[in-house]
């Protein structure tokens, strides 16, 4: 059947209802997802910040260690964002 064929014939009853539940839970689903990747994410830079004050502290790490891992390949390449954050936050 083609599209044009499928969009002539008249939905079954609660259709548009249902059609609108699915939408909604579909949009729910993606806030969910989109908040539980948000809350990783803050937890690894809060963790990649400790740990980079701790090895300040203790080893005398100066503050050029971000940007010697910003030019270590496949650390930040791939989440530029990363590097950004914690070049805002430290700076």
Not at 12 to 24: C, D
Not at 29 to 57: F, S
Not at 61 to 68: C, L, N, S, T
Request: overall charge positive.
């Amino acid at each position: 059947m083609n599209e044009k064929a499928v969009s002539m014939i008249e939905p079954p009853e609660g259709y548009g209802k249902w059609l609108e539940e699915l939408k909604a839970r579909i949009h729910a689903a993606r806030q969910r997802a989109t908040l539980a990747v948000n809350r990783e994410l803050i937890l690894l830079y809060w963790q990649i910040g400790r740990d980079i004050l701790a090895r300040q502290a203790e080893q005398g790490w100066g503050a050029k260690v971000i940007d010697r891992l910003s030019g270590n390949e496949g650390v930040f390449a791939a989440q530029p964002q990363v590097y950004a954050h914690l070049c805002g936050g430290m700076g």
